[in-house]
């Protein structure tokens, strides 16, 4: 309601061709959408449809499966910033409009839970609010799957894009845990471990938090992961 308040004051200028109203409208979502080339996250090979190859796929068995909306780049990437850098909630409403389309021909078993990569707690603070939480319970409500923020917890509070790629995989693979409620059983009511999770993240850079998180996941039980992004880093090309 607020945002629709603040909305008639100060109008949405679509991040993609800059008409009024929407902070991203409807034509450029399919646009968005027509333009997905799916390439594997980790190889960078061609894929039918979606984002994790064959050979990839054998050797990062953590993952069932690996889906992404667009390299980071252009309207998405304006999009995606201002949801998270400036605290542009309404930018979350396009944003799991295009992850749910993403997920159309994909057959997602009824019993999977969407599970955020928790975010950094300083970051939530600074930001006033937890823009994968947000964006999972708008994807919730999209694809009909319920939302479970309890597994995974973030230990530390390192900002990791400070740091560089191999310092990065070393401080991820501390940064996330398993709740200790589930890890060690405990006499509050523990969350049940779910069979199928989607795995939900804004971006894929190096992949390690994400991969992090599945094998946590895949060591407690759950039998698929299908990790889903909304952008991936594009690879530099020397
Ligand atoms: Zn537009
Ligand atoms: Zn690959």
Not at 72 to 96: F, I, M, Q, T
Request: contains cysteine; hydrophobic residues 35%.
């Amino acid at each position: 309601m607020v945002d629709n308040l603040l909305g008639a004051i100060s109008p949405h200028i679509c991040k993609g061709c800059g008409a009024i109203g929407l902070p991203f409208c409807r034509c450029c979502i399919s646009d968005v959408i027509k333009r997905n080339h799916p390439i594997c996250l980790y190889c960078g090979a061609p894929c039918l449809d979606n984002n994790l190859c064959k050979s990839c796929c054998k050797k990062h068995k953590c993952f069932d499966d690996l889906l992404a909306v667009a390299e980071r780049s252009g309207a998405l990437k304006r999009l995606v910033g201002d949801y998270k850098y400036n605290s542009e909630v309404e930018c979350c409403r396009p944003l799991a409009d295009i992850l749910s389309n993403r997920l159309q021909n994909v057959s997602i078993p009824q019993t999977a839970v969407i599970l955020p990569v928790p975010t950094i707690p300083s970051h939530v603070r600074s930001r006033g609010f937890d823009h994968t939480l947000y964006l999972a319970r708008q994807l919730s409500s999209r694809i009909n799957r319920p939302v479970n923020n309890k597994i995974l917890i973030r230990t530390d509070n390192m900002a990791q894009h400070m740091q560089n790629a191999s310092n990065r995989r070393k401080l991820i693979r501390k940064s996330l845990a398993i709740s200790p409620r589930l890890a060690t059983g405990s006499l509050l009511p523990v969350p049940a471990t779910p069979d199928h999770v989607i795995l939900l993240d804004d971006i894929w850079t190096t992949g390690s938090t994400m991969e992090t998180a599945a094998k946590l996941l895949k060591g407690i039980g759950v039998k698929s992961v299908l990790g889903l992004v909304v952008l991936y880093q594009p690879k530099r090309v020397n």
